[in-house]
C-alpha cells in the first residue's frame, strides 16, 4: 500500500477458524489429519530403530497419555510443564497430549548446562518436567514430579486404554497460551516467548492450504531441527495437521540423515543453514540415493547466495526454499513458495498471507517504500502474546497496536520478496557509516580457501569500530591476512573494507545455525571493550 508504505501478500486469505470458537492447535491439527485421504499413513519413523507409528495409533496415543496426564498425574489446565529432550517418537506424542488438555509447554535444549536450566525453570515455574534418562540429571532438584518419556512408564501411559476421557472436556480457548519458547539468546539473555494456540493455528492454517492437491502419496519430512526451537515445534504440529510422514533423528550427524532419506525415501527435509553447506561440500552426498529428495526448507539463519547457487547446482531437481521468521512471530513469516520463488537467490521468500510488514527507519521511525533498507516490521496473528514475565521488554518490541520490531534490517524488493541484511544490533559502526557482518561473511565464505567465516566490530580510536574477520581456512592452506584483506577490499566499498584478521579452527554456532558472537567476542576482543 503506497500510502502507508504497508506490504500485505496479494494472495488470496485463507479461512481461519473463527476466533471465538474453543479450539487447541493440537485438536485443529488431528481433525484436519482425521479428515485427510491419508488418515491411515505412518505418522512417524524413528530413524535409528526403523519404528513406525501409524496416525491411528498417533491418535490413539495421544488421547490415552492425555487422559492418563490428566486423571493419573492430576495435570490441569494453564499448568507449566517442562520439557528436556533430544527428538524423539514420543515428543510429538506428549506434546499432542499437553496441548490438548490446555498444559502449557516450556520445552529446552537438552544441550543446556544445569545453569541454564535453572535459570529457564526459574522463569517459567513448571509444575511437572519431561525428561529423558540423558537429560534428567541436568534438571535442579526441586518439588516436582520428573517423568522419563524413554521409559516404560511412559510407553504404558500410552498404551493403556482409558475409558473415561475425552478431549472435548477440557474447554481451551485460542487465546490461551499453548507454548513458552524460549528464544535462542543470540542478542541477549535467553526471552521466555508467550505463544498461544491462535497463534499456531495462524501458522499451520496457510501450510496446510498451500498443500499440493495433486501428491499420491503423503510428504516425507526429515527432522533435522530440534523440537525445543519454534521451527521444530511448530513443524510438529503442522506434520500432522499435514498427514505428513514425520522421520525422527535424536542426534544429528551428516551421514546418519543421508542415509536416512535413502531408506525411508525422504522427501522434504528442514534444515539449518550449516547443514546445507555441509552437504554441499560433503562427498559422501555421492555415496546415497537422494532421487526422492523434492524439497529443502532452510531459515533461522542467513545462508550465502553462492551456497545457493552451487546447491542447485549439485541437486538441480531439489527446491531450496528459505524461510525467516523469530520465536516471536511463532516461526515463519517469510517463505518462499514453489519453484519459482524459491530461485530468487538471496530472498527468504514473501510475507505468509494474513502478514502486513513494514519497513522502519530505526532513526526516524518512517516507514520505507521497497528497496530501501529499515528494521522490519511485522503484524500477524501469529505474533506473540508478549515476553514472559518482563513487560519492558514486550513494551519495547511489541507495541499495542500490534506491530512487532524484529531487530533485523531488511529490504523488500518491488515484487514483495524479502531480503535480510542483518541485524540492527550486529551492525558495525565504521566512522558513522553502518557496516552488516552478514555481507561481509558472505563474501568471504566465497572465497575458495575459506571454509567459514565470521565478522565482529573491533574497538577502534579514530573510526569507534572497524571490522574483524574471523576465519576458518581450508586444510593446508597457507593464506594470510593481507590476502585476505586484499579479497574483500577489492568487492566493497572502502569503508566497509574488513581491517583485521584472526585465523580460527571453527566458528561458534547454535543449533539453529546462528553465529554466536557473544563467543567470539570474548575471545577476540581487549577485555576492556566487552
Ligand atoms: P534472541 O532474540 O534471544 O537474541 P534469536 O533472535 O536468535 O535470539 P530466534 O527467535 O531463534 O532467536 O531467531 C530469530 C532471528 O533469526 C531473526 O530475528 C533473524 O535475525 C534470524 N533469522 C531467522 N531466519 C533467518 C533467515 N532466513 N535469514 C537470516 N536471518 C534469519
Ligand atoms: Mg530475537
Same mark, same amino acid.
Given at each position: 500500500?503506497?500510502?502507508?508504505?504497508?506490504?500485505?501478500?496479494?494472495?488470496?486469505?485463507?479461512?481461519?477458524?473463527?476466533?471465538?470458537?474453543?479450539?487447541?492447535?493440537?485438536?485443529?491439527?488431528?481433525?484436519?489429519?482425521?479428515?485427510?485421504? $491419508?488418515?491411515?499413513?505412518?505418522?512417524?519413523?524413528?530413524?535409528?530403530?526403523?519404528?513406525?507409528?501409524?496416525?491411528?495409533? /498417533?491418535?490413539?496415543? =495421544?488421547?490415552?497419555?492425555?487422559?492418563?496426564?490428566?486423571?493419573?498425574?492430576?495435570?490441569?489446565?494453564?499448568?507449566?510443564?517442562?520439557?528436556?529432550?533430544?527428538? %524423539?517418537?514420543?515428543?510429538?506424542?506428549?506434546?499432542?497430549?499437553?496441548?490438548?488438555?490446555?498444559?502449557?509447554?516450556?520445552?529446552?535444549?537438552?544441550?543446556?548446562?544445569?545453569?541454564?536450566?535453572?535459570?529457564?525453570?526459574?522463569?517459567?515455574?513448571?509444575?511437572?518436567?519431561?525428561?529423558?534418562?540423558?537429560?534428567?540429571?541436568?534438571?535442579? *532438584?526441586?518439588?516436582?514430579?520428573?517423568?522419563?518419556?524413554?521409559?516404560?512408564? /511412559?510407553?504404558?501411559?500410552?498404551?493403556?486404554?482409558?475409558?473415561? /476421557?475425552?478431549?472435548?472436556?477440557?474447554?481451551?480457548?485460542?487465546?490461551?497460551?499453548?507454548?513458552?519458547?524460549?528464544?535462542?539468546?543470540?542478542?541477549?539473555?535467553?526471552?521466555?516467548?508467550?505463544?498461544?494456540?491462535?497463534?499456531?493455528?495462524?501458522?499451520?492454517?496457510?501450510?496446510?492450504?498451500?498443500?499440493?492437491?495433486?501428491? %499420491? /502419496?503423503?510428504?516425507?519430512?526429515? +527432522?533435522?531441527?530440534?523440537?525445543?526451537?519454534?521451527?521444530?515445534?511448530?513443524?510438529?504440529?503442522?506434520?500432522?495437521?499435514?498427514?505428513?510422514?514425520?522421520?525422527?533423528?535424536?542426534?544429528?550427524?551428516?551421514?546418519?540423515?543421508?542415509?536416512?532419506?535413502?531408506? +525411508?525415501?525422504?522427501?522434504?527435509?528442514?534444515?539449518?543453514?550449516?547443514?546445507?553447506?555441509?552437504?554441499?561440500?560433503?562427498?559422501?552426498?555421492?555415496?546415497?540415493?537422494?532421487?526422492?529428495?523434492?524439497?529443502?526448507?532452510?531459515?533461522?539463519?542467513?545462508?550465502?547466495?553462492?551456497?545457493?547457487?552451487?546447491?542447485?547446482?549439485?541437486?538441480? =531437481?531439489?527446491? %531450496?526454499?528459505?524461510?525467516?521468521?523469530?520465536?516471536?512471530?511463532?516461526?515463519?513469516?517469510?517463505?518462499?513458495?514453489?519453484?519459482?520463488?524459491?530461485?530468487? $537467490?538471496?530472498?527468504?521468500?514473501?510475507?505468509?498471507?494474513? +502478514?502486513?510488514? *513494514?519497513?522502519?527507519?530505526?532513526?526516524?521511525?518512517?516507514?520505507?517504500?521497497?528497496?530501501?533498507?529499515?528494521?522490519? $516490521?511485522?503484524?500477524?496473528?501469529?505474533?506473540?502474546?508478549?515476553?514472559?514475565?518482563?513487560?519492558?521488554?514486550?513494551?519495547?518490541?511489541?507495541?499495542?497496536?500490534?506491530?512487532?520490531?524484529?531487530?533485523?534490517?531488511?529490504?523488500?524488493?518491488?515484487?514483495?520478496?524479502?531480503?535480510?541484511?542483518?541485524?540492527?544490533? #550486529? %551492525?558495525?559502526?565504521? *566512522?558513522?557509516?553502518?557496516?552488516?557482518?552478514? #555481507?561481509?561473511?558472505?563474501?568471504?565464505?566465497?572465497?575458495?580457501?575459506?571454509?567459514? &567465516? &565470521?565478522?565482529?566490530?573491533?574497538?577502534?580510536?579514530?573510526?569507534?569500530?572497524?571490522?574483524?574477520?574471523?576465519?576458518?581456512?581450508?586444510?593446508?592452506?597457507?593464506?594470510?591476512?593481507?590476502?585476505?584483506?586484499?579479497?574483500?577490499?577489492?568487492?566493497?566499498?572502502?569503508?566497509?573494507?574488513?581491517?583485521?584478521?584472526?585465523?580460527?579452527?571453527?566458528?561458534?554456532?547454535?543449533? &539453529?545455525?546462528?553465529?554466536?558472537?557473544?563467543?567470539?567476542?570474548?575471545? $577476540?576482543?581487549?577485555?576492556?571493550?566487552?
Amino acid at each position: 500500500c503506497p500510502e502507508t508504505k504497508t506490504f500485505r501478500d496479494l494472495r488470496p486469505p485463507v479461512p481461519f477458524p473463527s476466533e471465538t470458537v474453543p479450539l487447541s492447535a493440537a485438536s485443529l491439527a488431528l481433525s484436519l489429519q482425521s479428515a485427510s485421504p $491419508w488418515r491411515d499413513a505412518t505418522a512417524l519413523i524413528d530413524s535409528a530403530t526403523g519404528h513406525r507409528v501409524s496416525y491411528s495409533e /498417533f491418535q490413539r496415543f =495421544t488421547r490415552n497419555l492425555a487422559s492418563a496426564l490428566r486423571t493419573t498425574v492430576g495435570l490441569c489446565k494453564n499448568d507449566v510443564a517442562f520439557v528436556i529432550s533430544p527428538n %524423539l517418537i514420543s515428543v510429538p506424542v506428549l506434546y499432542f497430549a499437553l496441548l490438548s488438555l490446555g498444559i502449557i509447554i516450556s520445552p529446552a535444549n537438552p544441550l543446556s548446562t544445569s545453569e541454564e536450566i535453572s535459570r529457564l525453570i526459574s522463569i517459567s515455574t513448571p509444575v511437572i518436567a519431561f525428561a529423558t534418562s540423558a537429560t534428567a540429571d541436568k534438571l535442579p *532438584k526441586l518439588k516436582y514430579p520428573t517423568i522419563l518419556i524413554d521409559s516404560p512408564e /511412559f510407553e504404558s501411559m500410552m498404551e493403556r486404554k482409558s475409558l473415561d /476421557f475425552e478431549f472435548r472436556d477440557v474447554e481451551i480457548s485460542q487465546n490461551d497460551v499453548a507454548a513458552i519458547l524460549y528464544s535462542s539468546g543470540t542478542t541477549g539473555k535467553v526471552k521466555g516467548v508467550l505463544l498461544t494456540h491462535r497463534n499456531f493455528i495462524a501458522v499451520t492454517v496457510p501450510y496446510y492450504h498451500s498443500q499440493q492437491q495433486e501428491r %499420491l /502419496f503423503p510428504p516425507v519430512m526429515l +527432522y533435522t531441527i530440534p523440537y525445543f526451537h519454534v521451527f521444530g515445534f511448530f513443524f510438529s504440529l503442522k506434520s500432522v495437521a499435514m498427514s505428513e510422514t514425520a522421520v525422527v533423528m535424536g542426534r544429528f550427524e551428516l551421514r546418519r540423515m543421508l542415509r536416512a532419506v535413502q531408506e +525411508y525415501k525422504v522427501t522434504h527435509v528442514a534444515m539449518a543453514p550449516p547443514v546445507v553447506v555441509a552437504m554441499l561440500n560433503a562427498i559422501e552426498s555421492e555415496d546415497y540415493d537422494l532421487r526422492s529428495l523434492e524439497w529443502v526448507g532452510c531459515g533461522g539463519a542467513p545462508l550465502g547466495k553462492d551456497s545457493i547457487k552451487s546447491f542447485t547446482e549439485k541437486f538441480p =531437481t531439489v527446491i %531450496l526454499a528459505q524461510g525467516y521468521g523469530l520465536t516471536e512471530t511463532t516461526g515463519v513469516a517469510c517463505r518462499a513458495m514453489g519453484p519459482e520463488e524459491s530461485r530468487r $537467490w538471496g530472498s527468504v521468500g514473501r510475507l505468509v498471507e494474513s +502478514y502486513e510488514a *513494514k519497513i522502519v527507519d530505526p532513526e526516524t521511525g518512517i516507514a520505507l517504500p521497497p528497496g530501501k533498507q529499515g528494521e522490519l $516490521w511485522i503484524r500477524g496473528p501469529s505474533v506473540m502474546k508478549g515476553y514472559l514475565d518482563d513487560s519492558k521488554a514486550t513494551s519495547e518490541t511489541l507495541f499495542s497496536d500490534g506491530w512487532l520490531r524484529t531487530g533485523d534490517v531488511c529490504y523488500f524488493d518491488n515484487e514483495g520478496f524479502l531480503f535480510v541484511v542483518d541485524r540492527l544490533k #550486529e %551492525l558495525i559502526k565504521y *566512522k558513522g557509516y553502518q557496516v552488516a557482518p552478514a #555481507e561481509l561473511e558472505q563474501l568471504l565464505q566465497s572465497h575458495p580457501e575459506i571454509v567459514d &567465516a &565470521a565478522v565482529i566490530p573491533y574497538p577502534d580510536e579514530e573510526a569507534g569500530q572497524v571490522p574483524l574477520a574471523c576465519v576458518v581456512r581450508r586444510p593446508q592452506s597457507s593464506l594470510d591476512e593481507a590476502q585476505v584483506l586484499d579479497f574483500i577490499a577489492k568487492r566493497v566499498a572502502p569503508y566497509k573494507k574488513v581491517r583485521r584478521v584472526v585465523f580460527i579452527s571453527s566458528i561458534p554456532k547454535s543449533p &539453529a545455525g546462528k553465529i554466536l558472537r557473544k563467543e567470539l567476542r570474548k575471545n $577476540w576482543l581487549p577485555e576492556s571493550k566487552l
